[in-house]
């Protein structure tokens, strides 16, 4: 296994905060330490340097504090940016921010046509864009990803309402490989996993419920959340390296390394 050098997106939650429920790990009424949280994204971003990747950050907007969550901001591939149309009304203004990122980083930049919310849902594996729908991004929007981008989409049905991102419920770990929990899908999308990754790492409940497989791999090193030995273990077994990073103060908003993490694919095959 060799891992391959990436470029990532990131946003400081300065102004993180759960202050409204649209994700069942929410709740305003549990105090949040945002220093604590800015801490802990430090060392995610920290991280990623030490692999050697290179990060990028986008200024956090007052009055957005899911922003933090990059990988919702858009999807990034072979230099194209397609933005981003988000379910919630409380998350609407972070698609312009992260568009006219984008935009100023010279990258060419297209309009979403339906709800779609970024690599949250949208997962390039190989030759293959694994598309998630059921909860957040529509299924309309896999058309135009298509379109886009010129790779085949294969659509997955979440239908754990915990797991309502793509990314919560798999993770790429590289161009052959996934982990996922099979529960998170439909029977039919279980089914379509099996045929596509037949040597899949197979993650268990213990593991989903602490983000574990909201993870940011190079293809080696799997940057997962601290509190997964099973998850953990199971990935060393397989020879990928897993670096464990405590987000427990982002998990109260639904995130982890993953949703704070958006890779840049901005040549084409990078």
């Known amino acids: 296994m060799e891992p391959t050098r990436q470029h990532y997106l990131m946003c400081r939650p300065t102004y993180f905060a759960v202050d409204y429920v649209i994700n069942p790990w929410m709740d305003p009424s549990r105090p949040v330490d945002t220093d604590r949280a800015v801490r802990q994204w430090e060392q995610l971003r920290q991280a990623h340097l030490d692999l050697g990747h290179t990060v990028a950050e986008i200024a956090p907007v007052p009055g ?23 379910r919630d009304p409380q998350r609407a203004d972070e698609a312009p921010a992260y568009l006219s990122w984008f935009a100023d980083a010279g990258l060419p930049t297209y309009e979403p046509k ?16 694994l598309a998630g729908t059921g909860f957040r991004t529509s299924h309309a929007a896999h058309r135009q990803l298509q379109e886009l981008f010129g790779y085949p989409v294969i659509s997955l049905q979440l239908v754990d309402p915990r797991y309502y991102h793509l990314d919560t419920a798999l993770t790429v770990l590289d161009e052959r490989t996934v982990a996922y929990l099979p529960e998170a899908f439909s029977p039919g999308s279980q089914a379509v996993l099996r045929r596509l990754f037949p040597d899949a790492v197979l993650a268990t409940a213990g593991d989903a419920e602490v983000f574990g497989l909201n993870a940011v791999s190079d293809g080696l090193h799997v940057v997962l959340p601290a509190g997964t030995p099973q998850l953990a273990g ?32 901005q040549g084409k095959g990078a």
């Open 234 to 265: 199971r990935l060393r077994e397989r020879g990928y390296l897993p670096v464990e990073v405590d987000l427990s103060e982002l998990r109260r908003a639904g995130g982890g390394p993953k949703c704070c993490t958006l890779r840049l694919r």
């Open 114 to 129: 339906h709800v779609n919310e970024g690599e949250g849902d949208i997962l390039l594996a190989g030759d293959l864009l």
């Open 64 to 86: 957005l504090p899911d922003m933090v969550f990059a990988a919702n901001g858009g999807t990034v591939i072979d230099g194209k940016a397609l933005g981003v149309q988000f």
